[in-house]
Every structure is written in structure tokens, then in C-alpha cells.
């Protein structure tokens, strides 16, 4: 290291001894608008204690030179050479040690990390150097031996006689190693003489041959040598950079090194270019991409595993302008998908009910169960007296009104232990949902027919409902104690509705009974079961429940509770299950006494607690695996449900034009009853009395108690507010005795429709009907004051009175329309006139009369409208 002046720095003191290894000095700093600062930089120096005799500011003897001699001369046969003694050993010169610098542990480990990779770098360049230049010399050397066997071919062939001594060829391996220093040297080779030959010529005195010119070898000139450009990040000095305190105080002059960031680019383009020459071989995978009814461009490109603006070139090539996050249907994708050499597989959203209904039932499986039986008939007729009579009840009795408006499922067990389910349906008109759900769920159809009343509307509506459901049917003609009765003219009068009994050559069974004296049950339970056991009744019980609701109603105390009728498997609780949109858990079963009940199996009516909310009369109810796969399925018929409700219906401009020309009034209500059933019967009676001037607007229908709610949407349309069966609570009553809301309580369905048809019908404008009463013709026109005009009148047919309404038409186009009046017949007053005779009259607000006009007179009348 030296010591000189120059390289130290400048001291802030004097040292206090000889060569201090701390050296201080100052270094100013300068900062924005004309700041400064000035810091005292310490430098700590290694003290380097060296051998005596070693010098450590010397340079390195010079290496011994190579011998320039052409290694080409190897090849040929050389004396050897005595052995050059060994060089003397020269003196190693000390390494110095570098002169400490400022920087940290981090950067000197980041310099050296970048000095060796620099290294490994320069390594790799040098050895594909040395591999290019091996490569351009041995194909040199190859190109000039081919040259040599060419000439010598063409030498010997001009010189037969001659006999040249073959030279030893030189071996590839040293033309290749003699190749680059021949390059530099370029010796120029000597031609082959002619008389080389002379010598072995025959010593005979023979003609001279004529004399030959060899062919001379031109001599090869250096090519001249381009200059080589200087290699990028070799000599740049724009990359060079300002001079730091770091590279100031370096132990070399060397340019400066490259940076972390750079290497870490440069291995980055190593590696893209290496997984990019792989990739062009790579074959494309072809994929099963999952398609939904509808899917998004970008999300089918994402599940193809391909570039998003590939998918929108085809679809404009296919003429869809579409951008990445609009939607396409499955066959446009599907195209898409085909398209790019790949699998489509169809999904859609009515998957998720596969397999929810579970698997056929295996033959060996199958056990004998109880029928299904259902009550039909008139209102009226006797069949909740006649279900009464086979239970031994009084059903009838807790029915208002004395007609059935619920659907109840009941068991009956007979004297000899067989067991029958019996579904009562209501018989009013009103309820026919309720007729065709129970003929749907049932195995054979009781008709009821009173012997003193006959065949009835709701007699044959039921009739159809069983012939639209497919199911046998047993005739029970009822009221056979009556004075009146006939049953033959009731089998009679079945004969016009295609059904035929046995008594009179048919294959449908009938039996007289009476409800009230319980006369011929037993027989009726004899072909009951008799049909029953023709039918061969079987089910599983050793799987998943499935079911229909017979009736849903919102308990205040238990919550939604739906009555179901289990038609396969065993229903137990604790079970998962979803009805329609709704889903649950099992949490009570009660059958038809009102006992709780732990599981129910095929053909037994129970009531379900757990639902989530009240589901509609009719649903299915499924067992499922757990609560997930429930709520699943449950919002997804949720969804359709709301779908459907709010979908719109595609317009054209003959049905704008007619909603725009028609007035309709609207009669809103709201309507809340007890069980679905009869919510459902009621909406389905106040559509029908609908007409053309007025309609009723259902603003909500559910099941339960009236609540605020319902209070607060009938004051905002000023409804009335129907209550069935059911009240408000104790908060929605005050609410609505403040809102002046309309309730209406009912208990019989007749009341209900008959009010509300009455009010409908008072909310339109009376009709006014208009009755000809006379026709006169104006002979001629006087004037009758100083404004108005009398006209002089012919009573053509009718009669003129005072006060009647007249047309005045004029060529038959009506002029005006006013009222007689005064009326007069010479000169006296008069009420009336009669036809055939002559009057006068003035007209009331029109002065406009000519002779022949034509006076038409007639009478309004208003009447109520009715419904």
C-alpha cells in the first residue's frame, strides 16, 4: 500500500503516531436551494506486516513468452530436440492487501456476488469462443486437404512416369491445432518441382519426353482483417455511470459491474427463452370445458384455458358483436367450444333436482300398504256425515256453516284390522283445486250421490276429475232412508256421464248406504277392500320418504305445519326434507288423533313441524341427504317461482294499443286465511266473477294471522283487508281502527263472494238504458217569443210528452239533443199528445229547427249494476 501524500486523504488533525489505522476527514454534502452539510468520515486501514525480503509495491515478473514457432512443423519427421533446462523459479510477488473502503458487509457481499457471476458469465463466453474457433479451424483444415488431394490428383495424372515419394499427411487432430497459427503466420508454400523426378528417370538412351509445366499452387494472401467492434457492456460509457465514493475507493479501474437487477433480467431471458423453445413443440391440450345454459365470454375462456380476445375475433367472425363480460347462450358457446378443439359438456340448473326423487324400488323390496280413499261429491250430499259414520266421529259438526271448506286426512281401522286412509274434500264450487289434488294423490275415488237430490255440478265436475286421474271408483248412493228417495233414477242418470254400475251390466260398484241411520258401511268397506286388494296396493318402507301436502296452514304457536300424505318410504323425525320451495327438519309428527308419533310409513297422513315457511297445497316432499343439499334445491324452485311471476309478456302494438283504449277499474284486497287450501280457493272464486269493466287485484294472499304488514299494504291501496277464519293480532288491530282499514271477517265462502261481488258491482256507474217512446216530424217553425222558436208537429207514432227527452235529426244526422219544453194544441197547454194528431212545441237551448226535421223522443232509465 503507499503511503504517499497523494492517496491519503486530507486529516482533519495531525496523528499522534506512526501509521494510524483510523484516518478522519470531511465530506461536504449538498442539498436543494443551496442547503449544505458537512459529515467527518472515519477510515480504517488493516495494518499488512509483510515478510522480510518481500516487496509489496512491485509488479509481477512478466510471464516467458510462447515459442511463435508454427506447431504445422509437428507434423512433419523432426530430430528431437536436447531438453531446454527449466525456467528459474521466480519470486511470487505479495498480494497486497486492498484498501479498505466504506462500504458495508451488505454491498461488499452484493460485489462479490456480482464480481462471481461475472466470472461464471466471461467463463461461459470464452468456452464458446474457443468451441467457435476449434469448430472454423477444423473445418479450414478439412477445405485445405481437400484442396492438396485435388492437386496432387491433377499432378499425377500430368506426370504419369514420375514417381513421387508420398509425404506423410498430417493427421486432422494437428492441422486442427496448427490451423490458428498458421492463420497469423500465413508462410507461403513451395511449389512442387518438376525434376524432383529427374533422378529415377532410366539411364536408356531414349527419346526426351517432351517437357511438362506443373501446375504452381498460387500463394495464398492474408485476408485483411476487420477491426471488431466493441461487444455491448464491454467498452459502453454510457453505461458507465457516475463516479461514486464506492468506485472511487475500489481496489480496481475496472468498468463498472453489473447490478443484481441486470443479472436477475438476464436469467429471466435465459428462462423464457428456454420455456419458449419448449413450448413450440408442445402439443395443445384438448379439455372437457363445463357449460351452463348461460355463461360469460370471459368465463368460458377462463374454463378453455384460452385468451379471452380469441373468443370475441370468433364471435365477430360469426357476427355477434360482444365484449368479454356479456353473456351467450349454450349453443353459441358450444360452438366456441368445438371451435377451439375442445369438449363441451351440458350442465343446467334443473340439475340440481336429479336425483332427488332417488332410485326404482326393487321388486322383492315391495310390501303390501293401505288404500288411499277419497270423499267426492256435491255440497251437500253427505260425505263428511258418511266419513263420520265410518270413524265414529262428529267431524261435521266443527265445520261453519255445515259444509266441508278443509281437506282432512283421516285412518280408519276395521273390525278385522285392515286400515284405510280417507281424504275429505270440500264440495262447494269454489274448492275444485282441492277436488283434483285429492283425486291426484288417491287409489280409488268414493263418489257420494244423494238418492233425493241426483247428479249435480260438482257431482260431474268430480266424476271428470276421476276419469282425468285414472283411478277406480265406487258410487255410494247416500239419503237412501229418505221418503223421496230413488236410487235407481240415480243410477240412471250416471248413464249419461259414461258410467255404468254393476247392477246394470257395468264394471263400477254401488252401494246404498245412509250416513245417518249407518246403514251399509260394512259393505262399503267390504268393496273397498275388495278393489283394494284387485289393485295389489304396494310400497317400500325401508327408504326415503317421498310425499304429497294434502294442507298447509301458519300455526301461531307451532309455526308452518303441513299436512302429508307419505306414499313411499318411512318418514321420521330428525329427517331433512323439502316441499316446493320450502325446506326443514323433521321436528314433530302428528297424525290424524292428535298424537305424537315418531315415524310415518306409506299410506299414513301426518302433520309436519320444522318447515320453513307454509308451502302450497299439492307439493311434493322429498327426503334429501342433509340441510345443504335441501336449501339448494329449495332456492332454486324459489327462483323459478319468481321467475315466472315476473316475467313480462312479449308486447306488440295491437295490445298496447288496447290497454290504452280499455279503462279497467281495479278492486284491490288483500286476503288472509287459515289454511292454504281455502287461501287458494278463495283467489281462484274472486278471478272468476272478474269481467271486463272491473277486475279484482289480489295485492297479497297468504296463510295465518292479519298483521301489520297486511295492515300497512291495504292502507297504501285503500283495500279491504279479508280475513278468513282468521284475526288480527293484538298490534295490527289498533293500526288499523287508525288507518281506517276496512276488516272483513268470514267464515262460509258464500258470504265471502257474495259481498264482494256487491261491492265490485257498486263501483260502477249505473246503466242507462234508453226506451223509444214517440217520433214527430216538423211540418213547420214559428217564432215564439223574441228568441226562441215553436215548432208545429205531426205525432208519427207514439206519444209527445212534456219533459221527454228528443233528438233533433236532420236528414238523419242528429243536429241536437234537448228536452220538450212546453207543448201546446190550440193554444192550450197540454201534457200529452198522441200520434196521429198535430201539436206545437218549443225546444229547450236550440233554435236550430227547419221543417222536415225529424223529432225523435225517448226515456232513460238507470238500473243497478249487477255482477
Same mark, same amino acid.
Given at each position: 500500500?503507499?503511503?504517499?501524500?497523494?492517496?491519503?486523504?486530507?486529516?482533519?488533525?495531525?496523528?499522534?503516531?506512526?501509521?494510524?489505522?483510523?484516518?478522519?476527514?470531511?465530506?461536504?454534502?449538498?442539498?436543494?436551494?443551496?442547503?449544505?452539510?458537512?459529515?467527518?468520515?472515519?477510515?480504517?486501514?488493516?495494518?499488512?506486516?509483510?515478510?522480510?525480503?518481500?516487496?509489496?509495491?512491485?509488479?509481477?515478473?512478466?510471464?516467458?513468452?510462447?515459442?511463435?514457432?508454427?506447431?504445422?512443423?509437428?507434423?512433419?519427421?523432426?530430430?528431437?530436440?536436447?531438453?531446454?533446462?527449466?525456467?528459474?523459479?521466480?519470486?511470487?510477488?505479495?498480494?497486497?492487501?486492498? +484498501?479498505?473502503?466504506?462500504?458495508?458487509?451488505?454491498?461488499?457481499?452484493?460485489?462479490?456476488?456480482?464480481?462471481?457471476?461475472?466470472?461464471?458469465?466471461?467463463?461461459?463466453?470464452?468456452?464458446?469462443?474457443?468451441?467457435?474457433?476449434?469448430?472454423?479451424?477444423?473445418?479450414?483444415?478439412?477445405?485445405?486437404?481437400?484442396?492438396?488431394?485435388?492437386?496432387?490428383?491433377?499432378?499425377?495424372?500430368?506426370?504419369?512416369?514420375?514417381?513421387?515419394?508420398?509425404?506423410?499427411? +498430417?493427421?486432422?487432430?494437428?492441422?486442427?491445432?496448427?490451423? +490458428?497459427?498458421?492463420?497469423?503466420?500465413?508462410?507461403?508454400?513451395?511449389?512442387?518441382?518438376?525434376?524432383?523426378?529427374?533422378?529415377?528417370?532410366?539411364?536408356?538412351?531414349?527419346?526426351?519426353?517432351?517437357?511438362?509445366?506443373?501446375?504452381?499452387?498460387?500463394?495464398?494472401? +492474408?485476408?485483411?482483417?476487420?477491426? %471488431?467492434?466493441?461487444?455491448?457492456?464491454?467498452?459502453?460509457?454510457?453505461?458507465?455511470?457516475?463516479?461514486?465514493?464506492?468506485?472511487?475507493?475500489?481496489?480496481?479501474? &475496472?468498468?463498472?459491474?453489473?447490478?443484481?437487477?441486470?443479472?436477475?433480467?438476464?436469467?429471466?431471458?435465459?428462462?423464457?427463452?428456454?420455456?419458449?423453445?419448449?413450448?413450440?413443440?408442445?402439443?395443445?391440450? &384438448?379439455?372437457?370445458?363445463?357449460?351452463?345454459?348461460?355463461?360469460?365470454?370471459?368465463?368460458?375462456?377462463?374454463?378453455?384455458?384460452?385468451?379471452?380476445?380469441?373468443?370475441?375475433?370468433?364471435?365477430?367472425?360469426?357476427?355477434?358483436?360482444?365484449?368479454?363480460?356479456?353473456?351467450?347462450?349454450?349453443?353459441?358457446?358450444?360452438?366456441?367450444?368445438?371451435?377451439?378443439?375442445?369438449?363441451?359438456?351440458?350442465?343446467?340448473?334443473?340439475?340440481?333436482?336429479?336425483?332427488? %326423487?332417488?332410485?326404482?324400488?326393487?321388486?322383492?323390496?315391495?310390501?303390501?300398504?293401505?288404500?288411499?280413499?277419497?270423499?267426492?261429491?256435491?255440497?251437500?250430499?253427505?260425505?263428511?256425515?258418511?266419513?263420520?259414520?265410518?270413524?265414529?266421529?262428529?267431524?261435521?259438526?266443527?265445520?261453519?256453516?255445515?259444509?266441508?271448506?278443509?281437506?282432512?286426512?283421516?285412518?280408519?281401522?276395521?273390525?278385522?284390522?285392515?286400515?284405510?286412509?280417507?281424504?275429505?274434500?270440500?264440495?262447494?264450487?269454489?274448492?275444485?283445486?282441492?277436488?283434483?289434488?285429492?283425486?291426484?294423490?288417491?287409489?280409488?275415488?268414493?263418489?257420494?250421490?244423494?238418492?233425493?237430490?241426483?247428479?249435480?255440478?260438482?257431482?260431474?265436475?268430480?266424476?271428470?276429475?276421476?276419469?282425468?286421474?285414472?283411478?277406480?271408483?265406487?258410487?255410494?248412493?247416500?239419503?237412501?232412508?229418505?221418503?223421496?228417495?230413488?236410487?235407481?233414477?240415480?243410477?240412471?242418470?250416471?248413464?249419461?256421464?259414461?258410467?255404468?254400475?254393476?247392477?246394470?251390466?257395468?264394471?263400477?260398484?254401488?252401494?246404498?248406504?245412509?250416513?245417518?241411520?249407518?246403514?251399509?258401511?260394512?259393505?262399503?268397506?267390504?268393496?273397498?277392500?275388495?278393489?283394494?286388494?284387485?289393485?295389489?296396493?304396494?310400497?317400500?318402507?325401508?327408504?326415503?320418504?317421498?310425499?304429497?301436502?294434502?294442507?298447509?296452514?301458519?300455526?301461531?304457536?307451532?309455526?308452518?305445519?303441513?299436512?302429508?300424505?307419505?306414499?313411499?318410504?318411512?318418514?321420521?323425525?330428525?329427517?331433512?326434507?323439502?316441499?316446493?320451495?320450502?325446506?326443514?327438519?323433521?321436528?314433530?309428527?302428528?297424525?290424524?288423533?292428535?298424537?305424537?308419533?315418531?315415524?310415518?310409513?306409506?299410506?299414513?297422513?301426518?302433520?309436519?313441524?320444522?318447515?320453513?315457511?307454509?308451502?302450497?297445497?299439492?307439493?311434493?316432499?322429498?327426503?334429501?341427504?342433509?340441510?345443504?343439499?335441501?336449501?339448494?334445491?329449495?332456492?332454486?324452485?324459489?327462483?323459478?317461482?319468481?321467475?315466472?311471476?315476473?316475467?313480462?309478456?312479449?308486447?306488440?302494438?295491437?295490445?298496447?294499443?288496447?290497454?290504452?283504449?280499455?279503462?279497467?277499474?281495479?278492486?284491490?284486497?288483500?286476503?288472509?286465511?287459515?289454511?292454504?287450501?281455502?287461501?287458494?280457493?278463495?283467489?281462484?272464486?274472486?278471478?272468476?266473477?272478474?269481467?271486463?269493466?272491473?277486475?279484482?287485484?289480489?295485492?297479497?294472499?297468504?296463510?295465518?294471522?292479519?298483521?301489520?304488514?297486511?295492515?300497512?299494504?291495504?292502507?297504501?291501496?285503500?283495500?279491504?283487508?279479508?280475513?278468513?277464519?282468521?284475526?288480527?293480532?293484538?298490534?295490527?288491530?289498533?293500526?288499523?281502527?287508525?288507518?281506517?282499514?276496512?276488516?272483513?271477517?268470514?267464515?262460509?265462502?258464500?258470504?265471502?263472494?257474495?259481498?264482494?261481488?256487491?261491492?265490485?258491482?257498486?263501483?260502477?256507474?249505473?246503466?242507462?238504458?234508453?226506451?223509444?217512446?214517440?217520433?214527430?216530424?216538423?211540418?213547420?217553425?214559428?217564432?215564439?217569443?223574441?228568441?226562441?222558436?215553436?215548432?208545429?208537429?205531426?205525432?208519427?207514432?207514439?206519444?209527445?210528452?212534456?219533459?221527454?227527452?228528443?233528438?233533433?235529426?236532420?236528414?238523419?244526422?242528429?243536429?241536437?239533443?234537448?228536452?220538450?219544453?212546453?207543448?201546446?194544441?190550440?193554444?192550450?197547454?197540454?201534457?200529452?199528445?198522441?200520434?196521429?194528431?198535430?201539436?206545437?212545441?218549443?225546444?229547450?237551448?236550440?233554435?236550430?229547427?227547419?221543417?222536415?226535421?225529424?223529432?225523435?223522443?225517448?226515456?232513460?232509465?238507470?238500473?243497478?249494476?249487477?255482477?
Amino acid at each position: 500500500m503507499s503511503d504517499s501524500k497523494e492517496d491519503k486523504p486530507v486529516l482533519g488533525r495531525k496523528p499522534l503516531g506512526i501509521k494510524r489505522t483510523v484516518e478522519s476527514g470531511q465530506v461536504q454534502q449538498q442539498f436543494s436551494h443551496g442547503r449544505k452539510n458537512t459529515v467527518v468520515v472515519e477510515v480504517k486501514r488493516r495494518r499488512v506486516l509483510g515478510k522480510p525480503g518481500e516487496s509489496t509495491g512491485g509488479a509481477p515478473a512478466a510471464t516467458p513468452q510462447a515459442d511463435p514457432a508454427p506447431t504445422a512443423a509437428a507434423a512433419a519427421p523432426v530430430a528431437p530436440r536436447p531438453a531446454a533446462p527449466p525456467p528459474p523459479r521466480q519470486q511470487q510477488p505479495v498480494r497486497t492487501a486492498p +484498501p479498505q473502503s466504506l462500504m458495508s458487509r451488505q454491498e461488499l457481499q452484493a460485489k462479490l456476488l456480482r464480481e462471481a457471476e461475472e466470472a461464471r458469465m466471461n467463463a461461459q463466453e470464452e468456452a464458446r469462443r474457443r468451441e467457435d474457433a476449434a469448430r472454423l479451424a477444423a473445418i479450414e483444415a478439412e477445405k485445405r486437404r481437400a484442396e492438396e488431394n485435388r492437386q496432387a490428383a491433377e499432378t499425377a495424372a500430368s506426370a504419369p512416369a514420375v514417381e513421387e515419394a508420398p509425404a506423410p499427411e +498430417p493427421t486432422p487432430v494437428a492441422e486442427a491445432t496448427a490451423a +490458428p497459427q498458421e492463420a497469423a503466420a500465413q508462410p507461403a508454400e513451395t511449389p512442387v518441382e518438376a525434376d524432383t523426378g529427374a533422378a529415377a528417370a532410366p539411364t536408356t538412351a531414349a527419346p526426351p519426353p517432351p517437357r511438362r509445366f506443373t501446375p504452381v499452387t498460387p500463394v495464398k494472401r +492474408p485476408e485483411p482483417t476487420k477491426p %471488431e467492434r466493441a461487444k455491448k457492456g464491454e467498452d459502453n460509457r454510457r453505461q458507465a455511470g457516475k463516479l461514486t465514493v464506492t468506485k472511487a475507493l475500489a481496489d480496481d479501474d &475496472s468498468a463498472r459491474a453489473r447490478s443484481l437487477a441486470a443479472l436477475k433480467r438476464a436469467r429471466e431471458k435465459e428462462r423464457r427463452a428456454h420455456y419458449a423453445g419448449g413450448s413450440k413443440t408442445r402439443e395443445k391440450q &384438448s379439455r372437457d370445458v363445463i357449460v351452463p345454459e348461460v355463461i360469460t365470454v370471459q368465463e368460458l375462456a377462463n374454463r378453455m384455458a384460452e385468451k379471452g380476445a380469441d373468443l370475441v375475433k370468433s364471435l365477430f367472425k360469426m357476427g355477434q358483436a360482444v365484449t368479454l363480460n356479456q353473456s351467450i347462450d349454450q349453443d353459441t358457446a358450444e360452438l366456441l367450444v368445438e371451435e377451439f378443439g375442445h369438449r363441451i359438456q351440458r350442465v343446467s340448473d334443473a340439475d340440481i333436482e336429479i336425483g332427488i %326423487e332417488g332410485e326404482a324400488d326393487a321388486v322383492e323390496a315391495l310390501k303390501p300398504r293401505a288404500p288411499v280413499v277419497t270423499i267426492m261429491g256435491h255440497v251437500d250430499h253427505g260425505k263428511t256425515s258418511l266419513l263420520d259414520a265410518l270413524r265414529g266421529t262428529s267431524v261435521v259438526s266443527g265445520e261453519s256453516g255445515g259444509i266441508t271448506q278443509h281437506i282432512g286426512a283421516y285412518q280408519v281401522t276395521t273390525k278385522k284390522g285392515d286400515v284405510i286412509t280417507f281424504l275429505d274434500t270440500p264440495g262447494h264450487e269454489a274448492f275444485s283445486e282441492m277436488r283434483a289434488r285429492g283425486a291426484n294423490v288417491t287409489d280409488i275415488v268414493i263418489l257420494v250421490v244423494a238418492a233425493d237430490d241426483g247428479l249435480m255440478p260438482q257431482t260431474i265436475e268430480a266424476i271428470n276429475h276421476t276419469k282425468a286421474a285414472g283411478v277406480p271408483m265406487i258410487v255410494a248412493i247416500n239419503k237412501v232412508d229418505k221418503p223421496d228417495a230413488n236410487p235407481q233414477k240415480v243410477r240412471e242418470r250416471l248413464l249419461s256421464e259414461e258410467i255404468v254400475v254393476e247392477d246394470m251390466g257395468g264394471d263400477v260398484q254401488d252401494v246404498e248406504v245412509s250416513a245417518l241411520k249407518k246403514t251399509g258401511l260394512d259393505e262399503l268397506i267390504e268393496k273397498i277392500l275388495l278393489q283394494a286388494e284387485l289393485m295389489e296396493l304396494t310400497a317400500n318402507p325401508d327408504r326415503a320418504a317421498e310425499g304429497n301436502v294434502i294442507e298447509a296452514q301458519l300455526d301461531r304457536g307451532r309455526g308452518a305445519v303441513a299436512t302429508v300424505l307419505v306414499r313411499k318410504g318411512t318418514l321420521k323425525v330428525g329427517d331433512t326434507f323439502v316441499i316446493g320451495a320450502e325446506s326443514g327438519k323433521v321436528r314433530a309428527l302428528i297424525n290424524d288423533k292428535g298424537q305424537q308419533v315418531k315415524s310415518a310409513g306409506p299410506s299414513t297422513p301426518v302433520e309436519i313441524l320444522g318447515l320453513s315457511g307454509v308451502p302450497m297445497a299439492g307439493d311434493q316432499m322429498t327426503v334429501v341427504e342433509n340441510e345443504a343439499r335441501a336449501r339448494e334445491v329449495a332456492a332454486y324452485r324459489q327462483e323459478q317461482i319468481t321467475r315466472k311471476r315476473t316475467a313480462s309478456v312479449p308486447t306488440n302494438f295491437e295490445n298496447m294499443f288496447s290497454a290504452l283504449s280499455t279503462k279497467v277499474i281495479e278492486y284491490p284486497v288483500v286476503i288472509r286465511g287459515d289454511v292454504q287450501g281455502s287461501v287458494e280457493a278463495i283467489v281462484s272464486a274472486l278471478n272468476r266473477i272478474s269481467t271486463d269493466e272491473i277486475k279484482v287485484r289480489i295485492l297479497s294472499s297468504g296463510v295465518g294471522a292479519i298483521t301489520e304488514s297486511d295492515v300497512t299494504l291495504a292502507s297504501a291501496s285503500r283495500a279491504p283487508l279479508i280475513g278468513f277464519n282468521v284475526r288480527p293480532n293484538a298490534k295490527a288491530r289498533p293500526l288499523a281502527i287508525r288507518e281506517k282499514i276496512s276488516l272483513r271477517y268470514y267464515d262460509v265462502i258464500y258470504d265471502l263472494l257474495e259481498e264482494v261481488r256487491n261491492e265490485m258491482a257498486g263501483q260502477l256507474a249505473p246503466e242507462r238504458i234508453e226506451t223509444i217512446v214517440g217520433r214527430a216530424e216538423v211540418l213547420q217553425v214559428f217564432p215564439a217569443g223574441k228568441k226562441d222558436k215553436a215548432a208545429g208537429l205531426l205525432v208519427m207514432e207514439g206519444i209527445i210528452r212534456k219533459g221527454l227527452n228528443a233528438r233533433l235529426t236532420r236528414d238523419d244526422v242528429i243536429v241536437s239533443k234537448t228536452v220538450i219544453h212546453s207543448l201546446r194544441r190550440f193554444k192550450d197547454d197540454v201534457s200529452e199528445v198522441r200520434a196521429g194528431m198535430e201539436c206545437g212545441a218549443v225546444l229547450q237551448d236550440t233554435n236550430d229547427i227547419k221543417a222536415g226535421d225529424t223529432l225523435e223522443l225517448f226515456e232513460v232509465e238507470e238500473r243497478v249494476r249487477t255482477l
